[in-house]
């Protein structure tokens, strides 16, 4: 029978542990695809995070290192810096990037660093139970604005792919 459907190589074979209705598991597929097609899976490493996204180290079969916290651009340079040879990617989600990560991604994009950064943005803080994150739009609710973002108070989403093109006046 032909085949007509099959995992990346770059996909380990287990069985996704992500709530229903997550898109990790998509996007992790997606990423595998892209790494099989360029022939990247030897000499790539992925930098992960915090939140969901950091499981990724459970499912992407290359080399991983962890780093906590919003600072997966900051080690992502240090590792591409030394091993300019190799694919390097970091996997971060919203609250990572796009909140305690702000200052690390746009020095790294302001640097012009040679890394491949995957932001996962879900407009909310998804691992620790859906809270408003910067990225979250106005008069979304999430657990921790039950009536909507109320721009007033809490401004409007930050614009991060948009900053990231341009970090600085040239
Ligand atoms: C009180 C508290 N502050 C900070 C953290 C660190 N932290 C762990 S997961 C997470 C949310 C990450 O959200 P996001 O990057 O959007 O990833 P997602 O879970 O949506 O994939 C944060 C901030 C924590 N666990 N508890």
């Known amino acids: 029978m032909k085949q007509v459907f099959k995992r990346p190589e770059s996909l380990i074979d287990v069985p996704a542990h992500f709530c229903p209705g997550c898109h990790h598991g998509i996007i992790h597929r997606l990423v595998a695809e892209q790494i099989d097609q360029f022939g990247l899976r030897d000499k790539t490493i992925g930098v ?36 300019p040879d190799n694919f390097v990617f970091t996997y971060q989600g919203d609250g990572d990037l796009a909140a305690i990560g702000t200052a690390e991604i746009i020095h790294c994009a302001n640097r012009g660093e040679n890394v491949t950064v995957i932001f996962v943005n879900n407009t909310v803080f998804g691992m620790t139970g859906g809270q408003m994150a910067p990225t979250t739009m106005p008069g979304q609710v999430t657990t921790t604005t039950p009536f909507g973002r109320e721009v007033a108070t809490a401004g409007y989403p ?13």
């Not at 906590?68 to 091993?83: C, D, I, Q």
Request: charged fraction near 20%; glycine fraction near 6%.
């Open 158 to 170: 930050i614009k991060m792919t948009e900053i990231l093109v341009h970090p600085t006046i040239s």
């Open 48 to 83: 992960a995070s915090v939140g969901c996204s950091v499981f990724m180290y459970d499912y992407f079969d290359v080399d991983v290192l962890e780093s906590p916290h919003g600072r997966a651009a900051a080690v992502a340079t240090g590792v591409k810096r030394s091993r």
